[in-house]
């Protein structure tokens, strides 16, 4: 995508929140806000039991903001689809606690308070009962506009204890476009303008002046001002819970316990990292069209390091910003949060303060995944700071698989775009409508070494996240939905399955006029959702809208259409960045990409393909043509049939010459994944295969030239693709494998441009 370079806007960088230790910001703070802070030797001194019993108030502190935000919210997001999340923090702004929300929505509150305490603490001031507001994701605390926070000091004694704050995501403020996310946008000015910390409250009063004015840019002030409410409750519910919890302990031995819970989060993450084997995974995507009518791939590329007991991810060689699909650092923050949280640190508290002390982020700055101001960054959640989060999760997958005690932790790539869809128009009511569709909650989880990906279960990100209930959604806004499912084949297949994703179909429904849909997801010319150990992705997204159905006349008559064939009409394939006015006879369907596998399909038990069969969840032809199965008149495997059959795919991935393959489906050696070992030689290791013993190069070097490697096209051999990926994007696109030269069997495969070098590391 060709577009005139950015304007630089000179003083914009003093809006980069970026980390800082509590030494050099205890410098840059005004010495007129006194800080409660506690010595080291008080957070060594705490006993365990109250330590217990602190660190658990602490914790249900959080969940009860949550409850209070979602019983006063009136957003979809909030009270259907969990789209928050809280922080509450030390005197600096460490997070000593973070919700089972919308993880990276507070992956960069931290940054958000830095800058307050650096450029508030002197004037206006920080003062007892005070709240900020702010919306600007390069000073942190979100990814996007639309991701307002309000941050509340606490106060004990006169002493600045902590913070608490609270995030969602607003429906609307402002913007070319109806929320606020503009498809066109080649920079921030066409989207809803960023606010650096403002006082939203003071000394416990919200000041009219400042909420009117940043109403006054919705579409729908009134809805903002209901999730301000929410947030400005939510926060007063955590602080007067804290402030309880001082009265009972002190707020020495509170302080205390708030340190040592992210000093312990730290030692057991260092502890876990100390268990992998050093190594270097890398990991390239690529976001697809950088707004309308661009037809461009545009790359993330991520080199992961594990060093000891620290990480660093290094983004160098990401294209720089482009259109509307970037985030500032933020959003990578948050893209490499979205991934250590659950799958590295699951059963790690979510001290987030002391996780972040275990990792470095290396990127240059003015790329998609780190843009400068004034970059357009409307939808960073759902575009780059996702796909971020898809790298980091497939480089931590096989980091993991290198450690036999840590192995079942590691997981192939979850859907890997959220499919956003925002329809705008007139309710029911006669009211303006702006409403954005989460059924893609419903996203399948990526494979593991011993099990299949969890169905239709979530997303990464928001793991609390859930699809909202059909019925709230037709009460809330002007269409009917048709059905949501369970796609068949939208799963990876691999020795274990990819879960499926959802698919939904709506129509207009009680608005006298169309609506306009805004359309923005990513992998739908090549699926997001990355296998491990020669899994296959999942299937790529697919979002149609059927024009001038048979929907109408369908209902009349009793019957409910429960496919895109039974709808009539004509189909129109909605691009990744698509504006198009949905008329009263069209109807809108959505279907976001499933999870990734994990190892080599030929490699699943044959009972648990015909199961997948008969469940609705494989198709017969993937079965025979991927999993190498047949099966019979009544569904059951037919062995003798079986076995001639994948004999026939090793032969057709390598030739004839055959390997044995051992009986026991293993060699000797250090497992480095389902395939793969490591064993001396001379004064180094080698890689070799686990199922046949043949050596592939050594250990850390690039196994391109040891391996067999092939593309294909991606409509023959990834199950669930529907069209081919030149409806999307003008370069050509290919599935790559990298199959053992000895027994075939396939140990890596990814999605890719045929001009990206082959590479297995």
Same mark, same amino acid.
């Given at each position: 995508?060709?577009?005139?370079?950015?304007?630089?806007?000179?003083?914009?960088?003093?809006?980069?929140?970026? &980390?800082?230790?509590?030494?050099?910001?205890?410098?840059?703070?005004?010495?007129?806000?006194?800080?409660?802070?506690?010595?080291?030797?008080?957070?060594?001194?705490?006993?365990?039991?109250?330590?217990?019993?602190?660190?658990?108030?602490?914790?249900?502190?959080?969940?009860?903001?949550?409850?209070?935000?979602?019983?006063?919210?009136?957003?979809?997001?909030?009270?259907?689809?969990?789209?928050?999340?809280?922080?509450?923090?030390?005197?600096?702004? %460490?997070?000593?606690?973070?919700?089972?929300?919308?993880?990276?929505?507070?992956?960069?509150?931290?940054?958000?308070?830095?800058?307050?305490? %650096?450029?508030?603490?002197?004037?206006?001031?920080?003062? &007892?009962?005070?709240?900020?507001?702010?919306?600007?994701?390069?000073?942190?605390?979100?990814?996007? %506009?639309?991701?307002?926070?309000?941050?509340?000091?606490?106060?004990?004694?006169?002493?600045?204890?902590?913070?608490?704050?609270?995030?969602?995501?607003?429906?609307?403020?402002?913007?070319?476009?109806?929320?606020?996310?503009?498809?066109?946008?080649?920079?921030?000015?066409?989207?809803?303008?960023?606010?650096?910390?403002?006082?939203?409250?003071?000394?416990?009063?919200?000041?009219?002046?400042?909420?009117?004015?940043?109403?006054?840019?919705?579409?729908?002030?009134?809805?903002?001002?209901?999730?301000?409410?929410?947030?400005?409750?939510?926060?007063?519910?955590?602080?007067?819970?804290?402030?309880?919890?001082?009265?009972?302990?002190?707020?020495?031995? =509170?302080?205390?316990?708030?340190?040592?819970?992210?000093?312990?989060?730290?030692?057991?993450?260092?502890?876990?990292?100390?268990?992998?084997?050093? *190594?270097?995974?890398?990991?390239?995507?690529?976001?697809?069209?950088?707004?309308?009518?661009?037809?461009?791939?545009?790359?993330?590329?991520?080199?992961?390091?594990?060093?000891?007991?620290?990480?660093?991810?290094?983004?160098?060689?990401?294209?720089?910003?482009?259109?509307?699909?970037?985030?500032?650092?933020?959003?990578?923050?948050?893209?490499?949060?979205?991934?250590?949280?659950?799958?590295?640190?699951?059963?790690?508290?979510?001290?987030?303060?002391?996780?972040?002390?275990?990792?470095?982020?290396?990127?240059?700055?003015?790329?998609?995944?780190?843009?400068?101001?004034?970059?357009?960054?409307?939808?960073?959640?759902?575009?780059?700071?996702?796909?971020?989060?898809?790298?980091?999760?497939?480089?931590?997958?096989?980091?993991?698989?290198?450690?036999?005690?840590?192995?079942?932790?590691?997981?192939?790539?979850?859907?890997?775009?959220?499919?956003?869809?925002?329809?705008?128009?007139?309710? %029911?009511?006669?009211?303006?409508?702006?409403?954005?569709?989460?059924?893609?909650?419903?996203?399948?989880?990526?494979?593991?070494?011993?099990?299949?990906?969890?169905?239709?279960?979530?997303?990464?990100?928001?793991?609390?996240?859930?699809?909202?209930?059909?019925?709230?959604?037709?009460?809330?806004?002007?269409?009917?939905?048709?059905? $949501?499912?369970?796609?068949?084949?939208?799963?990876?297949?691999?020795?274990?399955?990819?879960?499926?994703?959802?698919?939904?179909?709506?129509?207009?429904?009680?608005?006298?006029?169309?609506?306009?849909?805004?359309?923005?997801?990513?992998?739908?010319?090549?699926?997001?959702?990355?296998?491990?150990?020669?899994?296959?992705?999942?299937?790529?997204?697919?979002?149609?809208?059927?024009?001038?159905?048979?929907?109408?006349?369908?209902?009349?008559?009793?019957?409910?259409?429960?496919?895109?064939?039974?709808?009539?009409?004509?189909?129109?394939?909605?691009?990744?960045?698509?504006?198009?006015?949905?008329?009263?006879?069209?109807?809108?369907?959505?279907?976001?990409?499933?999870?990734?596998?994990?190892?080599?399909?030929?490699?699943?038990?044959?009972?648990?393909?015909?199961?997948?069969?008969?469940?609705?969840?494989?198709?017969?032809?993937?079965?025979?043509?991927?999993? *190498?199965?047949?099966?019979?008149?009544?569904?059951?495997?037919?062995?003798?049939?079986?076995?001639?059959?994948?004999?026939?795919?090793?032969?057709?991935?390598?030739?004839?010459?055959?390997?044995?393959?051992?009986?026991?489906?293993?060699?000797?050696?250090?497992?480095?994944?389902?395939?793969?070992?490591?064993?001396?030689?001379?004064?180094?290791?080698?890689?070799?295969? $686990?199922?046949?013993?043949?050596?592939?190069?050594?250990?850390?070097?690039?196994?391109?030239?040891?391996?067999?490697?092939?593309?294909?096209? =991606?409509?023959?051999?990834? &199950?669930?693709?529907?069209?081919?990926?030149?409806?999307?994007?003008?370069?050509?696109?290919?599935?790559?494998?990298?199959?053992?030269?000895?027994?075939?069997?396939?140990?890596?495969?990814?999605?890719?441009?045929?001009?990206?070098?082959?590479?297995?590391?």
């Amino acid at each position: 995508m060709t577009t005139p370079p950015l304007m630089p806007v000179p003083g914009s960088e003093r809006f980069n929140g970026r &980390p800082l230790a509590p030494e050099e910001l205890r410098a840059r703070i005004s010495p007129s806000l006194a800080l409660h802070e506690v010595p080291a030797d008080a957070v060594a001194d705490i006993d365990p039991l109250t330590y217990e019993v602190i660190r658990h108030r602490i914790w249900s502190i959080t969940d009860e903001m949550g409850e209070t935000l979602k019983k006063m919210s009136g957003s979809p997001g909030v009270t259907e689809a969990n789209d928050f999340d809280f922080a509450i923090c030390d005197e600096f702004g %460490q997070e000593v606690q973070v919700g089972l929300y919308n993880t990276g929505l507070v992956a960069s509150m931290d940054l958000a308070i830095y800058w307050i305490l %650096q450029h508030r603490s002197g004037n206006p001031g920080i003062e &007892p009962g005070d709240m900020f507001l702010t919306n600007d994701p390069w000073v942190g605390g979100g990814l996007h %506009q639309n991701d307002t926070a309000i941050i509340a000091p606490i106060f004990v004694d006169g002493e600045l204890f902590g913070w608490t704050s609270a995030i969602c995501h607003l429906i609307d403020l402002g913007g070319a476009k109806p929320g606020s996310a503009d498809l066109t946008a080649h920079d921030v000015f066409t989207e809803a303008t960023p606010t650096p910390p403002i006082k939203l409250v003071r000394g416990g009063e919200i000041q009219a002046d400042v909420l009117d004015a940043f109403l006054r840019r919705s579409r729908m002030p009134h809805h903002v001002q209901l999730d301000l409410w929410a947030k400005i409750s939510a926060n007063q519910v955590g602080q007067r819970r804290l402030l309880a919890l001082v009265d009972r302990y002190g707020a020495n031995t =509170v302080k205390a316990v708030m340190k040592r819970m992210m000093d312990d989060a730290e030692r057991r993450l260092r502890n876990r990292l100390n268990e992998i084997p050093d *190594g270097t995974w890398s990991s390239v995507g690529y976001m697809e069209q950088a707004a309308v009518g661009d037809r461009g791939l545009h790359k993330i590329a991520l080199t992961l390091t594990k060093t000891g007991d620290r990480m660093t991810f290094d983004f160098t060689g990401t294209d720089p910003q482009v259109g509307m699909i970037n985030c500032p650092y933020s959003g990578m923050r948050a893209g490499v949060m979205f991934a250590l949280l659950p799958i590295l640190a699951g059963d790690i508290p979510w001290s987030v303060g002391g996780l972040m002390r275990c990792f470095d982020l290396v990127s240059d700055e003015g790329t998609i995944n780190n843009a400068s101001y004034p970059a357009a960054i409307g939808w960073a959640p759902v575009s780059s700071a996702w796909a971020t989060s898809n790298l980091v999760a497939e480089c931590m997958g096989r980091m993991l698989d290198t450690s036999g005690e840590l192995r079942p932790r590691a997981q192939a790539v979850c859907t890997g775009s959220f499919d956003i869809v925002t329809l705008a128009g007139v309710d %029911q009511h006669g009211l303006p409508s702006v409403t954005i569709l989460f059924d893609a909650m419903a996203g399948g989880y990526g494979a593991q070494p011993d099990r299949d990906g969890a169905d239709t279960a979530g997303i990464l990100p928001i793991p609390m996240g859930r699809a909202p209930d059909a019925e709230m959604q037709e009460f809330l806004a002007p269409y009917l939905v048709l059905w $949501r499912r369970e796609e068949i084949d939208s799963g990876g297949p691999g020795q274990f399955r990819g879960g499926l994703s959802i698919s939904a179909c709506l129509v207009p429904h009680g608005t006298p006029a169309p609506l306009g849909g805004a359309f923005s997801a990513n992998g739908k010319a090549r699926a997001e959702s990355n296998g491990l150990a020669g899994g296959l992705p999942g299937g790529p997204g697919y979002d149609v809208v059927v024009r001038d159905t048979d929907v109408a006349a369908l209902l009349q008559a009793g019957t409910i259409p429960a496919d895109l064939d039974e709808l009539g009409g004509t189909l129109d394939v909605v691009q990744n960045r698509s504006e198009l006015l949905i008329g009263l006879g069209d109807a809108v369907f959505i279907h976001p990409g499933g999870g990734g596998g994990y190892g080599d399909p030929l490699l699943r038990t044959p009972g648990l393909v015909a199961d997948d069969v008969r469940d609705g969840k494989v198709s017969a032809q993937a079965a025979h043509s991927v999993y *190498g199965v047949v099966l019979d008149g009544d569904g059951e495997v037919d062995r003798s049939a079986t076995d001639k059959r994948r004999g026939e795919i090793r032969s057709e991935r390598i030739g004839d010459n055959l390997a044995e393959m051992a009986a026991d489906g293993g060699h000797t050696g250090t497992p480095l994944d389902a395939n793969l070992s490591l064993r001396p030689d001379g004064e180094g290791a080698a890689v070799t295969c $686990r199922h046949c013993d043949t050596q592939l190069g050594a250990w850390g070097a690039d196994l391109t030239d040891g391996v067999v490697v092939r593309d294909e096209a =991606v409509l023959d051999a990834v &199950p669930g693709t529907r069209t081919d990926a030149g409806t999307y994007v003008e370069e050509d696109v290919v599935f790559r494998s990298y199959r053992c030269p000895g027994c075939a069997t396939q140990l890596r495969a990814e999605i890719v441009p045929s001009r990206e070098p082959a590479v297995m590391r």
